[in-house]
């Protein structure tokens, strides 16, 4: 009975996928005209974040972001199956896979169905691939465009299936779960970063190494820069990269494709400072986020066929300014909560169907659209029985 109504609850979602949905997508009619995308999730990042981090420029209320300049805005529905306040792996589920799930999991539904993310697709199709976050890599935000997991909280097996993936680029923190030895920074003896190794990973710990590193066709990078999650912005050690030069490195590898590539930023501290309360390092990571995004645009203009979308999973701390000068002084923050928030997230796009996401989006949508553009026709998609070979 069981068994029944698990495969009563796929084959409903199977339906809704095949009949339901194609009605709800709206149609781009500009299938395969992207062949890069640049993907950058602000982790926590609210509206009210991006306004007290512009404020902080040096023209106050007048600076303006490079996100200010996106020419293409929206708003992003997240709420997850389990919760109206969505976690990070739920909502990473949702950009990645374009399916709702419950707050905890990884690229797999409520009962269980393992689903297919637009990443993997990417790669199915010979397109380069790419992580870059201030988190673990293991972390639920990467580890849902990579994996599939009943919880988040699998690191070890995450950390396992993400090198299975053979992506072609991994830049972030998280080296304990790959087995480096944290004071050599060395592989410990039958660590897991070794299959990397023999898989023809180049393996980086450190900013310079990285900055030096001589890009050869085909090469696949690894880099992990810190034990667990790196640093905030405003502290960061000299030994780590920031979060533009990862991204920078990241894009000479997958840029090579004449495929194209599909790459996910992640400034996964903004939401770390969000937790915290603290607006200073907030808004230093957000800064940095932002930089990468200028940097992003960039590369979009030199290369027109890419498509620059930026959007957040959630909002962190029900975070507001609540007074303070148009210069930019005396301002003062208030935070609602240490949690996450059930407030809409903004999405602003630019490159090639930019256009189609502004308006108020689901945020599975958001996937969904980014696979019509880039001409990937069977998405969303479950994973069916693709363990047994
Ligand atoms: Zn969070």
């Known amino acids: 009975m069981k068994l029944f109504r698990k495969q009563a609850q796929t084959l409903l979602i199977v339906s ?223 030994t780590e990269p920031s979060l533009s030069e990862m991204m920078l490195k990241a894009l000479e590898i997958v840029g090579q494709n004449p495929g194209g590539f599909f790459l996910m930023v992640e400034g996964a501290r903004i939401d770390t400072a969000g937790h915290s309360n603290s607006p200073a390092e907030m808004i230093g990571d957000l800064l940095a986020f932002d930089q990468a995004v200028g940097l992003a645009l960039d590369f979009a203009r030199a290369n027109s066929a890419t498509l620059v979308l930026v959007t957040a999973d959630h909002e962190t701390g029900g975070f507001a300014v609540t007074s303070g000068t148009p210069a930019g002084e005396m301002v003062n923050y208030g935070w609602l909560s240490t949690g996450h928030t059930a407030a809409m997230v903004p999405i602003y796009a630019f490159g090639p169907g930019a256009e189609h996401f502004s308006g108020t989006l689901d945020i599975t949508e958001i996937p969904i659209r980014l696979a019509e553009l880039m001409g990937i026709s069977d998405f969303p998609a479950l994973i069916e029985d693709s363990q047994e070979q």
Not at 31 to 58: F, P, W, Y
Not at 104 to 109: H, V
């Open 16 to 238: 809704f996928v095949m009949f339901v949905l194609p009605i709800l997508t709206v149609q781009t009619g500009e299938a395969a005209s992207v062949k890069n995308v640049i993907l950058l999730i602000g982790d926590g990042m609210g509206i009210n974040h991006i306004t007290a981090a512009r404020i902080s420029g040096e023209k106050g209320a007048y600076s303006r972001l490079n996100l200010d300049t996106m020419p293409y805005t929206g708003f992003s529905i997240n709420f997850s199956t389990s919760s109206l306040i969505t976690d990070s792996a739920a909502a990473a589920t949702a950009l990645a896979t374009g399916f709702r799930t419950d707050n905890g999991r990884l690229a797999t539904l409520p009962d269980g169905t393992p689903v297919m993310s637009i990443m993997l697709k990417a790669k199915e199709r010979g397109q380069s691939t790419g992580i870059v976050t201030t988190a673990k890599i293991t972390d639920a935000t990467p580890a849902a465009f990579l994996v599939n997991a009943d919880s988040r909280t699998f690191e070890r097996t995450i950390a396992q299936d993400m090198l299975n993936t053979q992506t072609d680029v991994l830049l972030g923190g998280g080296a304990d779960a790959f087995g480096i030895n944290p004071f050599t920074r060395e592989p410990k003896a039958r660590a897991l970063i070794n299959q990397a190794l023999e898989d023809g990973y180049t393996y980086v710990y450190d900013r310079d190494s990285l900055l030096n590193l001589e890009i050869t066709e085909g090469s696949k990078l690894i880099g992990l820069f810190m034990g667990g999650g790196m640093s905030f912005e405003l502290t960061r050690f000299p």
